[in-house]
C-alpha cells in the first residue's frame, strides 16, 4: 500500500511538510512550480530545483511535481522527481505537435526510489498506449500521469485500462482532479479538492501467455 498526498492548487514552497510526513509520495501540479529556466538555475538567479529536493528531505518521502521547463528558449511540459532530498531527474512529454509552442522530449523515464518504481507520463503522453506498455515493461509500480489541462471524460477510462491492461497502479492529476486505479482496473480514489490523500495498492501479478505465430520454428 502507498500512502500518497496530492494537491492541484498550491505552490510547492508554501506547502506545509508537517502535513505529509506520513505519506510516501507527494505529487502537485502544475501550480506548483511554474516555469523551470534551466538558465536561471545554473546561474543562481532562481532555486526552484533546490527548493524542491529539500522539500522531499523534509517530508522524507518522494515529491513530484508538474512544470514548464525553459531550456534556453525551448519549452517543455515536464515533471519533476525528488526523493529524500536527492534531484532524481526531470521527465518530459515526448508528443509534440505542429504549431504548439512545446517541444517533444526523448525518452520515457521509470525511477527508482524509496516507495516504488515510478514512471511519469506528463500531458499530451497520457494519449500514448505505448508510453504506458514501456513501463510496464521496465517493472513499474506505478505510474504516475501529470496533466496541465481539466479533467476530460475519457480519464476515467485510460487510468482504468491502462492499469488492468498492464497490470500496474496508476494515478493521474490534473488540473482539477485526481484519480487513482489499482492494478486490477478499480477506482481506489478520486478526488476535486485541491488537497487529497490516497492509498493505492501496489501489487504486481503476472500471467504466462502464449502467441501462436505463422512462420519457421527456429
Known amino acids: ?8 492548487k ?13 505519506f510516501q509520495i507527494s505529487v502537485y501540479g502544475f501550480n506548483s512550480l511554474g516555469k523551470v529556466s534551466y538558465k536561471s538555475e545554473l546561474s543562481g538567479v532562481e532555486s526552484k530545483l533546490p527548493k524542491l ?9 518522494v515529491v513530484i511535481a508538474g512544470a514548464i521547463t525553459d531550456n534556453y528558449g525551448i519549452l517543455k511540459k515536464s515533471a519533476v522527481i525528488s526523493d529524500r532530498g536527492k534531484l532524481l531527474g526531470i521527465s518530459d512529454c515526448v508528443l509534440g505537435y505542429d504549431g504548439s509552442a512545446y517541444q517533444g522530449g526523448g525518452s ?25 506498455k ?7 509500480d506505478l ?3 501529470i496533466s496541465p489541462e481539466d479533467e476530460k471524460n475519457q480519464h476515467n477510462f485510460l487510468v482504468r485500462a491502462y492499469a488492468y491492461l498492464f497490470g500496474v497502479a496508476t494515478l493521474l492529476v490534473t488540473k482539477n482532479s485526481v484519480i487513482a486505479s489499482d492494478s486490477q482496473g478499480e477506482i481506489v480514489g478520486k478526488s476535486v479538492e485541491a488537497k487529497s490523500n490516497l492509498i493505492i495498492p501496489v501489487k504486481r501479478q503476472y500471467v504466462l ?8 520454428k527456429d
Open 143 to 145: 505510474i504516475v500521469m
Open 108 to 132: 520515457y523515464k521509470v525511477y527508482q526510489t524509496s516507495a516504488c518504481k515510478i514512471g511519469l507520463i506528463i500531458a499530451e503522453d497520457i494519449k500514448n498506449f505505448e508510453a504506458v
Open 1 to 8: 500500500m502507498l500512502k500518497v498526498f496530492a494537491d492541484i
Open 209 to 216: 501467455t502464449k502467441i501462436k505465430r505463422r512462420g519457421g
Open 134 to 140: 514501456s513501463m510496464s515493461l521496465c517493472d513499474a
Open 10 to 22: 498550491n505552490a510547492l514552497p508554501n506547502a506545509n511538510e508537517s502535513e505529509k510526513q506520513d
Open 53 to 61: 529536493s529539500a522539500h522531499s528531505k523534509k517530508t522524507g518521502g
